[in-house]
C-alpha cells in the first residue's frame, strides 16, 4: 500500500546498565547484528528502522542507539521532533513531572533545553539558575518553549551517533510501500522528496513512528481506526454505535506576536467568510460560532468565556489565550531584549473537526488540510480584525505571523498536530477500566479518591494526563474526565500477528478514549524510548516479541533492565 503524503544520549559514566546485543544470550555473536550502517548502493540495512522522527521515533532511536544498535531514522519534514517541533505544541505534562513520571532521558532533554536558553538567552539574573525556568511562562506547560530550541537539542543528542556511523537520518523522506514474508516486515521502500531518489530500508525491526500510523497497512498490520461501540470495549463512556471514521480533531498550529503601533494584518483567507459565520454542529451544541472568545467548557459542556490581550495581560476571570502557549515571555529577558511575548496558536478556535483523514484517498486528506490551514489563516485574521477588546474597539492589528518560529513560508507548522491516529490491534488493549477514574473506583469497590489505576505486571513506562479528546470528525463535542497516573503495559506495544514492527508513537494498543490520555509528550517519549530499548533485547534473547509477552521471567528481565536505564515502570505507592 503505498504511503500518501503531506505536509545527548544519556552521559557516559552515569551509571546505567546498557545492553551489548552483538552477542546473543547462548554467547555466540549475533549474526543478525549491524555494526554500522551498511550502504549497497540505494539499499541501507541496519539494526532498526524507524519510519518518522517525530518525539516517539527519536526516543526510539535514542534507546536503541544508546543500547549498541545502528538506526536508520526518516523523517517527513526537515525537522525531527514531532509535537515538540515541525508540529508547535509546547510540551503538556503532568505536574509531577519535574521529579518523576517520565523517564531520566526525557527529563534529561527538558535540561538540556533550559541549558540553551541560560547558555545563549539573556536571561534576567534571578532566573539564570531557575531549574524549573519556564521560558514562556505559559499557563498550560511547565517548559513552553520555541520548537527549534527542541529541535536544537534532539540534534545534538543525535549529532554523535551521526558521527560514529551509527545513525542515518533521512529527512524529507517518506514511506512509499513495504514488502513482508509471513509475520515478518522485510524492506520499507522510501523517497526523498527534493531530488526524487528511491532507496530500499532493510533491517530484522522496524518502528511505525508516522503520525498516522502509515506503516500499519503498509505491512498488513492488523489495526483500528476511530471510535468503539460500548457493546466491545465495555466503557463507560464509549459510543453505543462505533464509528472508525469518528477520529478527534488535528490543528495547525502558528506563531504570532504583538507589535502595538504597527499594522501587521495579512490578507483575507479566502475562506473567512465560511469560518467568521461558522456554527459547529456537533451531538451537544457548541457554545456559540468558532470564531468566538468562547467554547464549550470540556467537562460540562456549558458555555465558557475566553479572553484574549496580546499585551500579556493576566486576567481576573477567564484565561488569556496569549499566555496559554507562550513560548517566550519579554518579562523573562533583560530589558529591551524581546519587543514583546512570542505564543503559540493552537486553541479550541482553530481546531479542525469538518473532515476525517485517516484511511481517506490522497485527495481527501490534502483537502482538509487545506481546510484546516484556512482556518488557522482566518482565526489570525479574525484576531488582526474582529476580536473584541476590553476598551470596546475590534481587533489588534499588530498581530504579526511569525514564519521565522515555525520555519515556514506562510508562517503554519510544517505538520499538522495530529490527535488520533490508526491503532495496532495488540496483545492487549488498554481501556477505560484501566485508567479512567470512575471506572475504577466503580470496579475496586471505593470512592474515586482512593482509585488507583490498574497494575500491570508487564508495565515498561508510566504516564499521566487527564482522558482529553477535542471534538470529532463524527460530531462528538469536547470528551473530556479523570484519568489516573498509569503505566504502558508490554502487551499494548506488540501486534497480535506481526513480530518484527512496533508502533511508537500514537498507534499504541489503546481504545479511542484511552488514546485521549496516552498520547502526549512525555508518554509518547516513554513508548519510544521503551521500545528502543526492547529491540536490542529480542535481539540478544532471539525470541519473538509475542514469546517474551507470555514469559513472566523473560519480561522481568526486560523490565529490571530498563530501569537500570532511568524507566520507572512503577509510580510511588501514593501515586499508584
Known amino acids: 500500500m503505498k504511503r500518501r503524503n503531506f505536509l545527548g544520549n544519556l552521559a557516559a559514566g552515569s551509571g546505567l546498565v546498557v545492553l551489548n546485543p552483538i ?8 549474526t543478525e547484528k549491524v555494526n554500522s550502517i551498511n550502504k549497497e548502493g540505494r539499499t541501507l540495512k541496519a539494526d532498526l528502522v524507524i519510519i ?17 544498535l545502528t538506526v536508520i531514522m526518516t523523517e517527513e519534514t526537515d525537522w525531527i521532533g514531532g509535537q515538540l517541533t515541525q508540529q508547535g505544541v509546547p510540551p503538556d505534562e503532568h505536574k509531577w513531572i519535574n521529579d518523576f513520571g517520565a523517564t531520566a532521558l526525557y527529563r534529561e532533554f527538558r535540561k538540556k533545553v533550559r541549558g ?31 520548537p527549534k530550541i527542541s529541535l536544537r537539542v534532539l540534534e545534538t543528542m543525535f549529532d554523535p551517533y551521526i558521527s560514529a556511523g551509527k545513525l542515518v537520518l533521512l529527512k524529507e523522506t517518506v514511506a512509499l510501500d513495504a514488502s513482508t514474508f509471513g509475520n515478518k516486515v522485510q524492506s520499507v521502500r522510501v523517497k526523498t522528496q527534493p ?38 470495549t465495555g ?30 494584518t495579512i490578507d483575507k483567507p479566502e475562506e473567512y467568510g465560511f469560518w467568521r459565520d461558522f456554527t459547529p454542529e456537533m451531538k451537544t451544541p457548541w457554545a456559540g460560532k468558532l470564531l468566538e472568545l468562547n467554547y464549550s467548557n470540556p467537562r460540562t459542556l456549558l458555555p465558557k468565556d475566553l479572553g484574549f490581550d496580546p499585551r500579556g495581560n493576566y486576567m481576573k476571570d477567564v484565561l488569556n489565550l496569549w499566555i496559554y502557549r507562550r513560548i517566550l515571555a519579554k518579562d523573562n529577558f533583560e530589558d529591551g531584549f524581546l519587543g514583546g511575548d512570542i505564543t503559540l496558536v493552537n486553541y479550541p478556535q482553530n481546531d479542525y473537526f469538518l473532515g476525517n483523514i485517516v484511511d481517506v484517498s490522497d485527495n ?10 484556512q482556518l488557522s489563516l482566518s482565526l489570525l485574521y479574525w484576531l488582526q480584525k474582529e476580536a473584541p477588546r476590553a476598551d470596546g474597539g475590534k481587533g489588534w492589528p499588530g498581530i504579526r505571523l511569525r514564519q521565522d518560529v515555525m520555519g515556514t513560508n506562510d508562517g503554519l507548522a510544517k505538520y499538522p498536530y495530529i490527535r488520533e491516529a490508526r491503532r495496532i490491534k495488540p496483545l492487549f488493549r488498554i481501556t477505560e477500566h484501566h485508567v479512567g477514574k470512575i471506572q475504577r473506583a466503580s470496579i475496586q469497590g471505593v470512592s474515586e479518591a482512593e482509585a488507583r489505576a490498574k497494575n500491570f505486571e508487564d508495565s515498561v513506562g508510566i504516564g499521566y494526563y487527564h482522558i482529553d479528546l477535542h471534538p470529532s470528525s463524527g460530531g462528538d463535542n469536547y470528551i473530556d474526565f479523570s484519568s489516573l497516573p498509569f503505566q504502558i503495559p508490554l502487551g499494548a506495544l506488540i501486534p497480535q500477528r506481526m513480530e518484527n514492527i512496533f508502533p511508537v508513537n500514537k498507534n499504541i494498543g489503546t481504545t ?6 496516552y498520547r502526549l509528550h512525555p508518554v509518547e517519549w516513554s513508548i519510544g524510548e521503551a521500545i528502543g530499548m526492547f529491540v536490542p533485547y529480542l535481539m540478544e534473547t532471539g525470541r519473538s516479541p509475542q514469546e517474551i509477552y507470555k514469559n513472566v521471567a523473560a519480561v522481568r528481565k526486560f523490565q529490571s533492565l530498563i530501569r537500570s536505564q532511568g524507566v520507572d515502570t512503577h509510580w510511588p505507592n501514593e501515586k499508584m
Not at 517525530?54 to 532511536?61: I, K, L, N, S
Not at 489495526?223 to 461501540?229: K, M
Not at 490543528?251 to 501587521?264: I, L, N, Q, S
Not at 479511542?512 to 490520555?517: F, I, K, M, V
Request: aromatic share 8%; charged share 25%; hydrophobic share 30%.
Open 23 to 30: 552477542y546473543a544470550s547462548n554467547g555466540k555473536k549475533n
Open 52 to 68: 518518522g522522527g517525530g518525539t516517539g521515533g527519536c526516543a526510539t532511536a535514542l534507546g536503541a542507539l544508546r543500547n549498541g
Open 116 to 146: 540553551y536558553y541560560r547558555h545563549n538567552y539573556p536571561l534576567k539574573a534571578e532566573l539564570a539558575q531557575n531549574e524549573r525556568f519556564n521560558p514562556g511562562n505559559a499557563s498550560v506547560s511547565e517548559i513552553s518553549h520555541e
Open 195 to 232: 531530488n526524487g531518489e528511491i532507496r530500499n530500508l532493510i533491517a530484522p525491526y522496524f518502528a511505525d513512528a508516522t503520525e498516522l500510523g502509515d506503516l500499519l497497512p503498509m505491512t498488513g498490520t492488523e489495526y483500528v481506526c476511530g471510535a468503539e461501540a460500548k457493546s466491545d
Open 235 to 264: 466503557e463507560l463512556h464509549a459510543a453505543e454505535i462505533a464509528d472508525p471514521r469518528n477520529n478527534q480533531a488535528f490543528t495547525v498550529c502558528f506563531a504570532m506576536d504583538y507589535r502595538p503601533k504597527e499594522d501587521w
Open 364 to 373: 481527501e486528506l490534502k483537502h482538509h488540510i487545506n481546510r484546516a490551514k
Open 512 to 517: 479511542h478514549l484511552t488514546n485521549g490520555c
